[in-house]
């Protein structure tokens, strides 16, 4: 299967800890997104890359949320000392830039669960 | 930017047509309609897009009004694996940046 991977798909972190989840996008694509899901809501957009360009990250929530793709290909999200308040899923999705249109495919997510 | 407009839910018998309605009146001319499901405990699924005519795939159709301000979801047999909430997306950020602004959908419930 050529989708969108996501790791871990589960994180259990105490309070203050520091957290890394990882987004292997569809191979080739140009573009890749993170959201970020709490529990009962639609996803969130954080942030944008195109290629290795972090082109837009104004819906990260704090300078404790901080996201990389540095050749372009595989993304990490980090979080720093985290908070109850960022248990949630955290989403990642890629898309093509071969044309006009603009289909982005979503990976399972990881479930960051903050104690 | 368009915004888009959901019922909260629906609920639909099973083999039967399922019709998900969503406004977009202020649509501009050059942008998508997306329609994406998400079901329980898995990332957003993509079903199908359009700009003006209707489109078919072997998901579901999409019927778009020719103001565009509005279109129609349809999945002609519905099972009870299309349980989950359907989201009508328009793509915003200039640029193409295109985030996607999800809402709160509509959640689908396909009963026997």
């Known amino acids: 299967g050529a989708g969108v991977s996501q790791s871990p798909r589960y994180k259990v972190a105490k309070r203050g800890q520091d957290v890394a989840l990882r987004c292997d996008p569809i191979?080739?694509?140009?573009?890749l997104f993170w959201y970020q899901q709490a529990l009962g809501q639609g996803p969130e957009f954080l942030t944008y890359f195109q290629n290795e360009a972090q082109l837009d990250k104004s819906g990260l929530p704090s300078d404790r949320f901080f996201a990389e793709r540095p050749e372009g290909s595989v993304s990490t999200l980090k979080i720093q000392r985290t908070q109850q308040e960022d248990s949630a899923v955290y989403l990642c999705?890629?898309?093509?830039?071969?044309?006009?249109?603009?289909?982005?495919?979503f990976g399972p997510g990881t479930r960051l669960l903050v104690l | 930017d368009a915004k888009t407009t959901q019922p909260t839910s629906m609920d639909c018998a099973e083999g039967r047509a399922a019709n998900l309605p969503c406004n977009h009146s202020t649509i501009s001319g050059n942008e998508y309609v997306y329609w994406y499901r998400q079901i329980h405990s898995q990332g957003p699924q993509y079903i199908i897009h359009?700009?003006?005519n209707n489109e078919t795939n072997e998901m579901a159709s999409l019927i778009i009004t020719e103001d565009r301000k509005s279109s129609t979801l349809i999945l002609p047999h519905a099972t009870l694996r299309d349980t989950a909430v359907y989201y009508c997306?328009?793509?915003?950020?200039?640029?193409?940046?295109?985030?996607?602004?999800f809402g709160q959908g509509t959640t689908l419930q396909v009963k026997p």
């Open positions: 999705a890629s898309r093509s830039d071969t044309g006009r249109q603009e289909t982005q495919y």
């Open positions: 191979s080739g694509h140009v573009s």
């Open positions: 997306i328009v793509p915003q950020g200039s640029g193409n940046t295109g985030k996607l602004i």
């Open positions: 359009g700009l003006k």
